[in-house]
Every structure is written in C-alpha cells, then in structure tokens.
C-alpha cells in the first residue's frame, strides 16, 4: 500500500518560514520525481515544485527564491523549505510522486498552510 504523509504545515505570520515535510511508504523512492502542488480556498490547484531523480528543481514563478524542494531518499521524504511567505501562500499544499517510465501517480492527503498576522 502506497502512502504519502505530509506534515509540517501550521500558522505563520507574513515573512516566516515553516518547512514542510512528505513521508513516502510502499515504492521505490528513489525512481520517483517529487513535486508539490498547493490549492487556496476557491482556486484550482496549483503546482509549487518538482524534484527529479536527477536532482533537477524547478520552481514556479510565484515561489522561485523563497522555496526550496529537496529529498533525502535513505528516509524517503521529500521537503519543501518556505522562506518570505506571503498571505498569498496560504493554501493547502499536497506532495506527488510520479514514476516517470511507468506513469504512475501518488498523492498525499495535504497539510494546511495559513499565513496572517
């Protein structure tokens, strides 16, 4: 059974930083690219991050500089490091993991991020 738990979300205040992390059970990790993806109240979902086995990153524009994705594939995590958050970074933020040759998808279920004073 494949799981992906993210943990780390919370209340922050404008400028703060909080670091987000997905633990993945039940796959090969590291034959995973990684991303993470953020859906705000009443918008689509929308796509942060990606990491690839290659150790690629790239980045939204709305992020670039703040954000960082890494992994570390001997505890099968992936993180993403927020800096200077914005209330407009208050979203739900979900990791994804995606086997690039046999196109499969993984989902985890989301942590919620609030940024406010």
């Known amino acids: 059974q494949v799981q992906l738990v993210e943990s780390g979300g919370g209340l922050v205040q404008p400028g703060g930083s909080l670091r987000l992390s997905c633990a993945a059970s039940?796959?090969?990790?590291?034959?995973?690219?990684l991303g993470w993806y953020r859906q705000a109240p009443g918008k689509e979902r929308e796509w942060v991050a990606t990491?690839?086995?290659?150790?690629?990153?790239v980045y939204a524009d709305s992020v670039k500089g703040r954000f960082t994705i890494s992994r570390d594939n001997a505890k099968n995590t992936v993180y993403l490091q927020m800096n200077s958050l914005k209330p407009e970074d208050t979203a739900i933020y979900s990791c994804?993991?995606?086997?690039?040759?046999?196109?499969?998808?993984?989902w985890g279920q989301g942590t919620q991020v609030t940024v406010s004073s």
């Open positions: 039940g796959i090969i990790f590291r034959l995973y690219t």
């Open positions: 994804h993991a995606h086997h690039p040759s046999f196109r499969v998808d993984y």
């Open positions: 990491l690839t086995t290659g150790s690629t990153t």
